[in-house]
């Protein structure tokens, strides 16, 4: 399994950015994808999933409203659009990947990684 990160930048507050992770490697239908992020000095923390299956999402509360994480079946890729940046939203992104169909928040519960991606929100 190979996942491709891509689609960070630098930012203002309130603009948006789009994430894509490219995963190949295998069928992806019964498994969930999620994005984390880390800021220098904290742990990775979870920020969405999706099950690929069914389309279920979840999201940590901070990006609520704000990100959207999506799927496309066609090209094997998951998205996370993120609109109203904020600085703290400053962070390597990463997506993962678990061969499970449910969803869960803990990184330790994903098998497989994707490079991280820088995003910089200025404010």
């Known amino acids: 399994v190979q996942l491709q990160a891509s689609g960070g930048g630098l930012v203002q507050a309130g603009g948006s950015l789009r994430l894509s992770c490219a995963a190949s490697?295998?069928?992806?239908?019964?498994?969930?994808m999620a994005w984390f992020r880390q800021a220098p000095g904290t742990d990775r923390a979870f920020v969405a999933a999706?099950?690929?299956?069914?389309?279920?999402?979840d999201y940590t509360d901070s990006v609520k409203g704000r990100f959207t994480i999506s799927r496309d079946n066609a090209k094997n890729i998951v998205y996370l659009e993120m609109n109203s940046l904020k600085p703290e939203d400053t962070a390597v992104y990463y997506c993962?990947?678990?061969?499970?169909?449910?969803?869960?928040?803990?990184?330790?519960?994903?098998?497989?990684w994707g490079q991280g991606t820088q995003v910089t929100v200025s404010s």
């Open positions: 993962a990947a678990r061969p499970l169909g449910y969803i869960s928040r803990r990184s330790g519960d994903y098998n497989h």
């Open positions: 999706i099950r690929w299956s069914t389309a279920t999402t």
């Open positions: 490697g295998r069928p992806f239908s019964s498994w969930t």
